[in-house]
């Protein structure tokens, strides 16, 4: 099931370029707006809502008042919480309120995005779509996440296993370790499903996250290349 995402602000100048971009970055998932907590309660209550991302300061109903609702209504679900200015107490504030997180604007649009893919990974038992294979798991590594990851696409199917954060080893079509992770990586238009604990203790990658990444990206571009 494709990832259903709020994003909350009165401005729209804000608003509707980070619409814009988190739909040409995340095609699968649905991105929609509100320009209130008023609006965005309307939508929350008529739909599931996997991941809210929201201003403070707002008309009508602030984000305040919204974090209320959502912490008493859906505690479950993730919320992003999104300042002009982070005065002293807010963060712990907003974490009362059950915020997952905090971001000061102006806001770099590729740390936002992985910080969506953060919150979405933390506590998520089921699929995701709409969020690259790289991306999410830099969110697993954030979360410290201990897990395996289940990754089907078009190009095959792969498991990559995490304890706290850290890649340890990985599956695809009877070959495992580095050689599994980076060709698991390259997939495109996955489909992923995140579950239980990570089987085993040994590291069979030996290779940082970072690294793996662009090694990946690197004989992806290479293969491109060549055909």
């Given at each position: 099931?494709?990832?259903?995402?709020?994003?909350v602000d009165d401005d729209r100048s804000f608003l509707e370029p980070l619409l814009f971009y988190l739909a040409e970055e995340m095609p699968e998932a649905v991105v929609r707006g509100a320009g209130n907590g008023d609006d965005a309660v309307k939508i929350i209550e008529s739909d599931k809502i996997d991941l809210l991302v929201t201003d403070l300061k707002m008309p009508k109903m602030d984000g305040f008042v919204l974090l209320s609702y959502m912490h008493h209504k859906h505690p479950q679900t993730p919320v992003i919480?999104?300042?002009g200015h982070e005065e002293p107490g807010l963060r712990e504030q907003v974490g009362r309120l059950g915020a997952d997180r905090l971001m000061e604007k102006p806001v770099d649009l590729q740390k936002l995005r992985?910080?969506?893919?953060?919150?979405?990974?933390?506590g998520i038992s089921g699929s995701i779509q709409g969020i690259s294979v790289p991306t999410f798991?830099?969110?697993?590594e954030m979360d410290k996440a201990t897990c395996t990851l289940a990754i089907?696409?078009?190009g095959g199917e792969g498991r990559l296993y995490f304890r706290e954060g850290e890649l340890i080893n990985a599956r695809q079509n009877g070959s495992s370790?580095?050689?599994?992770?980076?060709f698991i990586i390259s997939f495109e238009n996955a489909k992923m499903e995140i579950s239980g604990e990570a089987p085993g203790h040994e590291n069979k990658v030996g290779m940082s996250l970072k690294h793996i990444i662009l090694e990946a990206g690197r004989r992806k571009d290479e293969s491109d290349r060549t055909k």
């Open positions: 099931m494709d990832e259903s995402i709020l994003i919480v999104l300042t992985e910080t969506m893919g953060s919150a979405l990974a933390k798991i830099q969110a697993l089907r696409s078009p370790g580095l050689e599994a992770a980076l």
